[in-house]
């Protein structure tokens, strides 16, 4: 869940995926329903699942547990979703509703797609374009989250929004970087957020429709279970 830092206004977007290669298209605000976790998901595991989540060197991906988690839906009111908790790409762990999202998952990039979706690409048209919809974790090499929040910003050739936020379990800091290319509901909307944890730099990348509030808030959802190991 996205919490403003030391006062800020928190709009929320979606990062899209013309990030790299420029924003392209007009600068708009665009405001998503916050999924917000109200209640401690209550953790399942199986022994090998614990032992995995001891072992450091267990691959991305790999199946930490199951937790049951009580969400706040687009129309304010409570759910509850059994997520999957994942190894991340790093020191931390992720949850889903596996249902719902299939992840692909690397030492480099974590990336969750709606299922849906997915299935409705052949392989062909798949390889060729992204997907409308997705939530991308990925490690990045930089001097520091500042000069690449920057870079983002000036490859982009537009009036982005940037901001400093927190994300995740722990309440991590992060710059926020936000732009929509229109107001129209199939308009691409954008958000790109920058961390630091320790020595790695992250950057979770959010990327969706300006009309499509639900599936932004269950990627916004999933984003909100990040949770790094401080033991």
Do not use: K
Request: hydrophobic share 35%.
């Amino acid at each position: 869940m996205l919490r403003p830092a030391r006062g800020l206004f928190l709009a929320a977007g979606i990062l899209g995926s013309a990030l790299l290669g420029g924003c392209g298209g007009s600068s708009a605000e665009v405001s998503v329903p916050q999924a917000e976790v109200i209640e401690q998901p209550q953790i399942s595991q199986t022994e090998e699942q614990r032992e995995a989540q001891l072992d450091p060197e267990s691959e991305a991906g790999t199946v930490l547990g199951e937790e049951e988690v009580t969400v706040m839906s687009p129309e304010g009111e409570p759910q509850t979703a059994l997520y999957t908790r994942i190894r991340g790409n790093g020191d931390f762990s992720i949850a889903y509703d596996a249902a719902r999202f299939l992840l692909s998952a690397s030492d480099r990039e974590l990336r969750f797609e709606p299922a849906e979706e997915a299935a409705g690409q052949d392989s062909e048209a798949a390889s060729e374009e992204a997907p409308e919809s997705f939530l991308s974790i990925r490690t990045e090499e930089a001097p520091s989250a500042e000069e690449l929040a920057d870079q983002y910003v000036a490859d982009s050739g537009e009036e982005c929004s940037v901001e400093e936020v927190s994300i995740g379990e722990g309440e991590y800091p992060a710059l926020w970087v936000s732009y929509a290319e229109g107001t129209e509901p199939d308009s691409r909307s954008c958000s790109l957020y920058v961390f630091r944890y320790n020595s790695v730099l992250y950057v979770a990348q959010l990327d969706g429709m300006v009309g499509d509030t639900q599936l932004a808030g269950e990627l916004n959802t999933i984003l909100s279970t990040l949770r790094f190991d401080e033991g």
